[in-house]
């Protein structure tokens, strides 16, 4: 069974730092480019951050360029996601996501930035 299983959400305060982790199961991981999205309360879902299959590239979205770091290990099926300097803004619901059709989504893991 095809299956994406984020973790490490959580509350923080401003300027802190999360690290979430998205393990995968039931395919051929490094087969597959992946990618981060969010979701904010009331918003749409939108593309954080997408890497290649071999990590020869990366990309991210301009809100968070310089701040989050996407990452993986196709050794233990995972991908990984960074988020330093947390904002207020940043607050969502955070999905990985295998990125070729049929695209395959997690369950998603809240992270909330609140003083």
């Known amino acids: 069974q095809v299956r994406l299983v984020e973790s490490g959400g959580g509350s923080v305060q401003p300027g802190g730092s999360l690290r979430l982790s998205c393990a995968a199961s039931?395919?051929?991981?490094?087969?597959?480019?992946m990618s981060w999205y969010r979701q904010p309360p009331g918003k749409e879902r939108e593309l954080v951050a997408s890497?290649?299959?071999?990590?020869?590239?990366?990309n991210s979205a301009d809100s968070v360029k310089g701040r989050f770091t996407i990452s993986r290990d196709n050794a233990k099926n995972t991908v990984s996601l960074q988020m330093n300097s947390l904002k207020p803004e940043d607050t969502a619901v955070y999905y990985c996501?295998?990125?070729?059709?049929?695209?395959?989504w997690g369950q998603g893991t809240q992270v909330t930035v609140s003083s």
């Open positions: 039931g395919f051929t991981f490094s087969n597959y480019g």
């Open positions: 996501r295998r990125n070729t059709y049929p695209y395959v």
């Open positions: 890497i290649t299959p071999t990590s020869s590239s990366k």
